[in-house]
């Protein structure tokens, strides 16, 4: 069984008709999983994140000054490309829930592995400082849940998404037990990622690419660098931070990922997670612009994880 955890609070984050981060992203998708292919999901909606749950990884009194500046109409900046509207604060709170409720069903065997199909994004947030489109850190909240709440030691983050995720670095470069791996385009948008950058017990592994690299060089940064470090890591839950931004098509990068590429990486993520966590695997949303682009790898993504699901289903 493959869950899909959603709510319709996340198409109220609305910054303007010209951000690239906007609502019609989130239709793309609801649309495109809505035919028959993935009649299989199991639809859920997405809790709100508790503060206890946003505050193991940023801190509290920012987490209520974040919410407590959600405007009650019109957009409050909070740098050059991060906005909120009045519909930020649930839609974030949605986002981060998705995923913490989506590692509760997954570890305890509801489920083999879920999408989360939540907005804004997370990647880039850090402990106190929202941006890049993103509020709190999703799928770092969901990390440290897993550990806080379900006793596992080990969670690894795979982050695909075009731009470097900044803010899950920065909060896991102390852990020692918790690794982010990332494929990047560098240089861009945050400008951090470099192959250097591997955090305080070497568990942050980042595997840049040149503008105009495509699947077949993606596959080899995966093959040579990533995978391996993710088996060395055996990690108990794999969390995926899943932007779609790397794709040919996408307006924000230079990247040439196809929608195979995506299905590749998936199939790869969760033959991982078959050898080391038990099949387990959250995926959640990051980015994805060009909304036709978005719309088909997703869809390629959430494909292979149903596929996957089944398979683990039929074992004796
Ligand atoms: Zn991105």
């Not at 986002?95 to 592995?113: L, M, P, Q, Y």
């Not at 006793?151 to 920065?170: C, I, P």
């Not at 995966?222 to 098509?249: C, K, N, Q, R, Y």
Request: one cysteine or more.
């Amino acid at each position: 069984m493959t869950l899909l955890f959603t709510h319709e609070a996340c198409l109220s984050h609305d910054v303007g008709p010209t951000h690239p981060e906007r609502p019609a992203r989130l239709e793309a998708l609801n649309l495109a999983l809505a035919v028959a292919a993935f009649d299989r999901l199991d639809r859920r909606e997405a809790p709100k994140a508790t503060i206890e749950q946003i505050a193991r990884m940023h801190p509290r009194a920012h987490v209520e000054r974040m919410l407590a500046a959600v405007p009650e109409s019109g957009l409050v900046r909070l740098d050059g490309d991060t906005a909120m509207s009045p519909g930020s604060g649930e839609a974030a709170l949605r986002a981060a829930g998705a995923v913490c409720a989506a590692v509760d069903t997954v570890i305890v065997g509801e489920a083999s592995n879920a999408f989360c199909a939540g907005r804004p994004p997370g990647h880039h947030a850090e402990a106190e400082t929202p941006m890049g489109f993103c509020l709190f850190n999703s799928v770092a909240i969901a990390a440290a849940h897993a550990r806080a709440v379900h006793g596992l030691k080990r969670v690894a983050v795979m982050d695909f998404d075009v731009h470097h995720g900044n803010g899950t670095q920065a909060m896991f470069w102390d852990e020692p037990d918790l690794m982010y791996a990332s494929t990047h385009q560098m240089p861009l948008y945050p400008g951090t990622g470099s192959r250097d950058e591997r955090g305080a017990h070497g568990t942050i592994i980042n595997a840049p690419l040149r503008s105009g690299a495509d699947g077949e060089a993606f596959r080899a940064q995966m093959t040579e660098i990533i995978l391996p470090a993710l088996d060395d890591f055996a990690p108990e839950l794999l969390i995926i931070s899943a932007g779609f931004d790397a794709h040919v098509d996408d307006p924000l990068a230079g990247l040439c990922f196809i929608e195979e590429d995506y299905a590749w990486v998936t199939r790869e993520l969760v033959a991982l997670a078959d050898r080391h966590a038990g099949g387990r695997v959250v995926s959640s949303l990051e980015g994805g612009y060009n909304l036709d682009a978005l719309a088909a790898s997703a869809a390629a993504h959430v494909r292979v994880l149903m596929d996957a699901s089944a398979g683990v289903m039929e074992l004796p």
